[in-house]
């Protein structure tokens, strides 16, 4: 397997390029049929281009502010750094900022728009219950997902969520305060349509984003495989993760749910869910895979 071969994954590629032709289409449907809401042109695309701009530009500050994640400078933190900057020689990828996350809750994850443009960020717990090879998988795998650029997708995807979510709090708001008729006397209440627009275009984003959510982490482990030539690692990181999650108490959990579309093992792992509506494809199958690729690269994981 050739080095390079992580920045290869064709079923990625084409994921993320429907993704974001989708999202385009959808993009448009939304401002369309806002537009029969009786919403003003011009008010709507400078709020709707406003939003992306602000999300797509600052999702790298605003990730790092839900998960209470603090840069850290490489006096701070120089094994860490050490780890970031090694890795990144061996993945041919500019250096990222480095972010530590205090809780004791074990996780790691990505973001940023381009590899220019990125953070890596782990928690407190991570660091202490992990072996600094496993730390080291981790790492490789949250690279991998900015070398494949899928974070820059998944923030974009992640917008358009969001932004329907504001929308439905709105109608619901604006139909609570008696919210008036549409422009053709005969049409529906304007509060109605954009609830309605609301509901449909959040679910829509949502299944765009589980549509490479789970394919993106296999494309990450395989990644994290080839760049540290070590799958056993990150096999025995994840197994540790998920194991340790089981303990940590709801509360701490609940503080950082937000962020599972992007953490490396869901803090939901506790619950059992449908595999079609899960964010991370689940943890067997990603050990299986990651045993395969093992065996292709001559370190067969023993039974």
């Not at 025995?236 to 609940?254: C, G, N, V």
């Amino acid at each position: 397997m050739r080095r390079k071969a992580y920045g290869r994954d064709f079923g990625l590629s084409s994921r993320m390029f429907l993704t974001m032709f989708l999202l385009g289409a959808l993009y448009v449907g939304f401002f369309g049929l806002l537009l029969q809401t009786g919403a003003s042109l011009g008010l709507i695309v400078v709020a709707l281009g406003g939003l992306a701009f602000f999300q797509y530009f600052t999702s790298d500050k605003i990730a790092l502010r839900a998960s209470g994640a603090r840069i850290m400078s490489p006096e701070q933190a120089p094994e860490l750094h050490a780890m970031v900057e090694r890795l990144c020689a061996m993945a041919d990828l500019p250096k990222p900022r480095v972010a530590v996350i205090p809780t004791d809750v074990p996780n790691a994850f990505a973001t940023g728009r381009s590899p220019k443009h990125s953070v890596v960020a782990v928690t407190e717990g991570l660091w202490k219950r992990l072996e600094p090879r496993e730390v080291e998988g981790v790492l490789a795998h949250e690279l991998s997902h900015i070398a494949n650029r899928d974070v820059a997708v998944m923030t974009i995807a992640s917008f358009f969520a969001m932004l329907a979510a504001f929308m439905m709090r709105m109608g619901l708001w604006t139909g609570m305060m008696g919210g008036g008729r549409n422009r053709d006397s005969g049409g529906a209440p304007a509060f109605l349509i954009m609830l309605v627009v609301s509901i449909v275009t959040y679910v829509l984003s949502y299944m765009l984003i589980l549509m490479i959510s789970r394919y993106r982490e296999y494309a990450a482990d395989r990644g994290a495989a080839v760049i540290t030539g070590a799958p056993e690692y990150l096999m025995s990181a994840l197994q540790k993760i998920a194991s340790d999650m089981t303990r940590i108490p709801q509360r701490d959990l609940r503080q950082l749910e937000g962020m599972n579309a992007f953490f490396i093992i869901p803090t939901s792992v506790k619950k059992h869910a449908a595999e079609l509506f899960m964010t991370h494809p689940p943890l067997e199958k990603r050990l299986a895979r990651l045993a395969e690729i093992s065996a292709e690269m001559g370190r067969p994981i023993a039974a």
